[in-house]
């Protein structure tokens, strides 16, 4: 185990690349492709593991994440967010190094675009599935078609459609996911049915961790772009789509303070390093992640009723069994099991292999 | 004004200037040092400001910041977190550069410092008066005494008492801030009576922004610790403690679409740019920043009914008011003022001046 001395953020090599597997055999049992978002651990490092796992083509969230991944070796990246016009220098730029594919959500955007690029690019229309987030609503076809017209006879090319149905991270169970999944699905297939005549090549890349964990239907589906499944976290685990043993970090922080008398202890871990993402599992009752204890190759499971209840810039208040509070000594290292994996890995910017690796990230 | 190309987090140097002045001149007026908490800004350069300012002494919250700050000139520096000791051999090092005071808030950290700290330290022990958060118990004499009693015969020197009165955020009106200060100030003056026959130097440090800007008695204070206030923001403003022409960052943003069915735009400014604090101003009506028009000279004031109703990695959600999503473009840039000043300033990393200058802060 590597030494800590300030707040770590820990990773389990092993589990991580078992969610890989997992995730990489189920694509392959679906005859979908694997397009993994990266935005999740944003690491160069955990990036070649998806390589060694017969991964080809990535997803990224900014220009700047793509950027930084074709440094790294990668040659076919996904920007999943709607261009901003503004960067087209950096995507002219970008289109020359890697099999680029953007998102473009209106006219306008065409509009702009088909000016200033300099490279043929593909693109897909992203499509408001039920999130209400961003994209074209799935059953305006004329405004697709509008958009599609736009790009004629320019360097623009379409590719297809692409969804994230963010809604299925409010699902309580992994009924609910399955059935918003079969929603956006069917959203999806209705489009491939209208579109595919005049384009008989279009193709289907579909967005959700909780989906692409927990659905066993991909009809009609293409490519699945799932991002949080490298690590999961305890809000994926909240909803049942992992369970704790799939988590693969945990913040490891050192206990400055113990308050016996009101069965509470602080750790250095504030939302500079957790993020600030809470759960409240039950009314009442919220919480900013789960304390396990560290061991020789991993962590515990959380140890039951022990939490963070507080969270302030650098100060973390847990809440703690009577047992363990009486045991607990101040320069202990307790583990923290993410709420929210996504937040945690941006916040720390560097990781930890159990083995003492350090995992670097993408610069700020 | 800089051109904007990706979301750039703006600082108008004159409101930050005004408001380090304004504090500074508070101190001076009530007789009580100035030793500003540099959490809000992280910065070299904003440090800078301070020192022409007046200010000789400055308040960190980690030791990893009291060492970005040792090599960026400062001299005197508090670090107000409850003391880490695996952090011993930085404490070391950094007590043989600068005076430096630390937090003891227990014996049991008394007692481990003893056998390891290598030069003379002076500590404040922090009371706790009413966060409810961290130190010790403003009654709670005995264990005072017994980590004074911990400490005789060592190199840990007592300076005095430090307390950041956290609850003040939580107040809705000047008014109640008022009241919790001269409860907390209360608190702390019966200590200094308590202690100050053995201890005739002690000193009474107080922290938090909402005091510091709003009360006007600060009998018995010998050092005031703010930090919010070099930038202020929404919540603050929320407070009553500081108004929109005191807040001196905006983040500026693109806008990549235009809804103008709903109303609402989406801009690239997610959690990873803002941060993911909230204001709920009137019930139901959860605001992540209210939006304003970038001038040539700063910006404006809100916009009327503009705010951010959603974030999440990478995109805002912004709800307009009909008059402006209609003349809305994407590739616009629009400015957001932040809930959280402290947590935007950490988010983005950087800050650049209206003129364009790029001002660096702490690594992460």
């Known amino acids: 185990m590597v030494e800590i001395v300030r707040p770590t953020l820990l990773l389990n090599r092993r589990i ?21 978002h990266f935005k999740t651990h944003q690491s160069s490092k955990v990036g070649e593991w998806f390589m060694e796992a017969g991964v080809t083509a990535i997803t990224v969230t900014s220009v700047k994440m793509a950027e930084y991944f074709a440094q790294n070796g990668w040659k076919g990246i996904t920007i999943a967010f ?18 680029l594919k953007i998102f473009i959500n209106s006219k306008a955007t065409t509009m702009s675009l088909k000016e200033h690029i300099k490279a043929d690019i593909k693109f897909y229309i992203e499509i408001d599935t039920g999130d209400g987030r961003s994209g074209v609503a799935a059953d305006d076809y004329v405004q697709i078609s509008d ?109 400055v303070a ?54 302030s810039q650098e100060h973390g208040v847990l809440s703690l069994p009577e047992e363990m509070i009486h045991r607990l000594k101040i320069g202990d290292i307790v583990g923290i099991l993410p709420v929210h994996a996504c937040a945690t890995a941006v916040m720390m910017g560097e990781i930890y292999t159990l083995e003492g690796e350090r995992l670097e990230m993408m610069p700020r």
Not at 88 to 94: A, C, D, G, R, T
Not at 285 to 310: C, F, M, R, T
């Open 258 to 311: 113990v308050h016996p008398e009101r069965n509470e202890a602080i750790v250095h871990s504030g939302w500079v390093h957790q993020g600030k993402d809470s759960l409240n599992s039950t009314a009442g009752n919220v919480h900013y992640g789960l304390v396990v204890e560290l061991q020789q190759n991993g962590w515990s499971a959380p140890i039951p009723g022990a939490k963070v209840i507080k969270l």
């Open 16 to 36: 991580c690349e078992g969610n890989i597997r997992k995730m990489f055999s189920k694509a392959q049992k679906h005859h979908v492709q694997l397009i993994p």
């Open 82 to 99: 709607p261009v901003n016009i503004l960067e087209v220098k950096e995507i002219n730029s970008l289109a020359t190094q890697v099999a």
């Open 147 to 255: 958009i599609l017209e736009s790009t004629r006879n320019s360097r623009l090319q379409f590719y297809g459609f692409y969804s994230h149905p963010g809604q299925t991270y409010a699902a309580t169970s992994p009924e609910e996911v399955k059935e918003i999944s079969a929603g956006v699905l069917n959203k999806l297939k209705a489009l491939k049915r209208h579109f595919k005549e005049e384009f008989p090549e279009l193709k289907i890349g579909l967005g959700d961790t909780p989906s692409c964990s927990l659905a066993e239907d991909f009809e009609g589906v293409d490519s699945i772009h799932p991002g949080n499944f490298v690590y999961y976290d305890l809000v994926q685990q909240n909803i049942g789509v992992n369970s704790f043993e799939e988590i693969a970090i945990s913040l490891a922080v050192p206990v």
